[in-house]
């Protein structure tokens, strides 16, 4: 009770970041070491650990600070407000979080901009080291776990289970850590001689997906990576799956990866690929995070595609008999659309459907032929109304994310969401389970809808094909995504003066309106970069089958659980809050 008390009090911003001299730790703790304890690091410690990373390490501090009483600064809070949801400025800044849900512990932080709201450290991390290089990585992995404090990785703030940030914790920050090398003949290390190269591109883990699809296209190839452009690119990203608008054609991630290169928890260097280490890339191949730190991946280029076809309507009625008619045929015409390769990013919430279709080498008139007979479908219905429909072609990959994807760091940033997930298998679409997909889901939105006046759910078709056709046995992701077709999102939000009471029933709520897809998808599972942080069963829903095994990797590469982290593999040993180890 005392060390939740201590950490809810968001040790009161450590008094500007001073630390209580105290001498080492002698013998491990069944808890992380806290900034009061007698085990944290003297301040001539942390200065010494300073200079050992370069002069890299940061005393953090939440983002809003400088808005609120005692340490309101006007000019400060002006440029904290025009910044406060645009995910460039957070993804610049150590403290940030993409979902601000993630830099609050217990209800208590540093949110919005109301000066007289009192200010906590939350779960932001006491310090930051801004790696540049491995050796800084290595540093910081050896520093954190002779003192027992808790270690986090982040990137760049993405991240719905909030596994990028912990109160009284050093953050790994890799953001400053870039590189970026195309070839046509890598050869993973260890190959045996005469192993023929093969086209790669070569990622150090400050990469964003932004800047790897840029020197693709100028290299006149495509990799598989997220739809968002300022998600990390060798990160957690693939090591949780990795689905992508091209995975229909070309798979997940995890499918295109020829080589890691990590540091583990004792702070060695290590290659993992199909010739070395195999175990680890086995595990790092859809495991998740949690097993050390991704510095290098590598995967496989594809050839440039001819064109990308981008179709979009947006659909609104306020009729539910019409929106139920739509919902159907939606449903009934997927098995088709995922055939003929589209990949589908749909948004939906009360009477309401955004489109945005996607498909590689096709030309407009078999787009049409495919994509208008569903608005047809629609603008017959009593009181719809069809918006923004459009389709559009762009002659590379890259033209067609620049039009896609920047939305979504402009309009979702600094706020705070909780999520639910679920796989819906292909079998779901199939003419005598419509009846039943289109039921269950009216109920699902239904009791989203209930809980939170801001909800909203993405719709998925991003499985099948390429997807469908992976190898489940070389890789860890879990097996129910060669099933899927569709992952299916619900989102519930709140404002920065909702008690945490009241935000504890919304996420509870959430988590049980998806129990009834839950009931007609047994073993489905979900993805856990986007799953529930309250996922029932989460072992099996995010891992299947492979949890076992991956279980023992865990142990044998992290046995002292260093890059614990929120549903990761192994996290079951800990208390919920993962501060304390169980039994």
Same mark, same amino acid.
């Given at each position: 009770? %005392? ?113 007289? %709201? ?10 930051? %080291? ?45 953001? +400053? ?45 495509? %990799? ?118 589209? +990949? ?76 639910? +997930? ?162």
């Amino acid at each position: 009770m %005392v060390r939740n008390i201590f950490l809810l009090l968001g040790i009161a911003l450590l008094i500007n970041h001073a630390v209580i001299a105290a001498p080492q730790p002698t013998k491990p703790s069944q808890c992380h070491c806290l900034p009061d304890e007698p085990c944290w690091p003297s301040e001539s410690t942390w200065s010494a650990f300073n200079s050992a990373v370069g002069g890299n390490l940061i005393a953090t501090t939440p983002v809003a600070r400088e808005c609120h009483d005692p340490y309101y600064d006007k000019a400060k809070c002006d440029a904290i407000k025009k910044g406060y949801h645009d995910g460039n400025w957070r993804r610049s800044l150590p403290g940030a979080m993409i979902e601000t849900t993630w830099e609050t512990f217990h209800g208590q932080g540093c949110l919005g901009v109301n000066q007289t %709201v009192p200010c906590n450290q939350g779960a932001v991390s006491i310090y930051t %080291v801004k790696a540049t290089t491995i050796a800084d990585v290595q540093t910081t992995i050896r520093f954190a776990s002779e003192h027992n404090i808790r270690l986090t990785v982040k990137n760049t703030g993405h991240d719905f289970l909030g596994r990028s940030s912990a109160p009284s914790s050093i953050n790994l920050w890799l953001s +400053s850590m870039k590189g970026i090398n195309i070839t046509k003949d890598f050869i993973p290390d260890g190959a045996p001689q005469g192993t023929q190269g093969q086209g790669a591109i070569i990622l150090k883990s400050g990469v964003i997906w932004d800047e790897a699809y840029k020197a693709a296209n100028d290299s006149n190839v495509v %990799v598989v990576g997220a739809a968002h452009y300022s998600v990390g690119a060798a990160g957690g990203y693939c090591l949780g799956g990795g689905h992508s608008p091209i995975s229909p054609h070309l798979g997940l991630c995890v499918d295109n990866v020829l080589q890691f290169t990590m540091v583990t928890a004792d702070g060695q260097v290590h290659i993992a690929n199909s010739h070395k280490n195999e175990d680890l890339f086995w595990a790092l191949r859809g495991g998740g995070p949690g097993f050390g730190v991704v510095v290098e991946a590598v995967y496989r280029t594809h050839p440039a595609f001819k064109n990308m076809i981008y179709a979009r309507a947006t659909i609104s009625t306020n009729d539910t008999v019409s929106m139920d008619k739509i919902m159907r045929d939606f449903y009934s015409r997927h098995d088709a659309w995922s055939s003929q390769g589209w +990949s589908a990013y749909v948004l939906g919430a009360q009477g309401l459907l955004v489109l945005q279709f996607v498909l590689p080498d096709a030309t407009v008139e078999q787009a049409a032929s495919s994509f208008n007979p569903f608005l047809d479908y629609a603008r017959s219905l009593p009181a719809v109304t069809l918006s923004n429909v459009d389709i559009f072609t762009d002659s590379t990959y890259y033209s067609w994310f620049n039009r896609y994807a920047p939305m979504f760091d402009q309009t979702y940033a600094g706020v705070n969401t909780r999520i639910s +997930s679920r796989f819906l298998p292909q079998s779901l679409f199939q003419p005598d389970s419509l009846d039943l997909l289109s039921t269950t889901m009216k109920k699902v939105t239904g009791d989203i809808a209930s809980i939170s006046p801001a909800w909203a759910f993405f719709h998925l078709l991003i499985a099948g094909g390429q997807v469908k056709q992976g190898n489940s046995v070389e890789t860890s992701v879990l097996p129910a995504w060669r099933e899927a077709l569709v992952l299916y999102i619900s989102f519930v939000g709140w404002d920065d003066s909702t008690p945490y009471a009241d935000q504890l029933t919304m996420a509870k709520k959430l988590t049980e309106s998806t129990d009834a897809l839950r009931a007609i998808t047994p073993g489905a599972g979900t993805y856990q970069n986007e799953g529930d942080p309250s996922e029932p069963d989460w072992q099996q829903s995010f891992f299947g089958d492979n949890y076992p095994r991956l279980r023992a990797l865990k142990n044998k590469y992290d046995p002292n659980s260093l890059f614990i982290c929120r549903r990761c593999v192994g996290s079951e040993d800990w208390d919920e809050d993962l501060m304390c180890r169980q039994g």
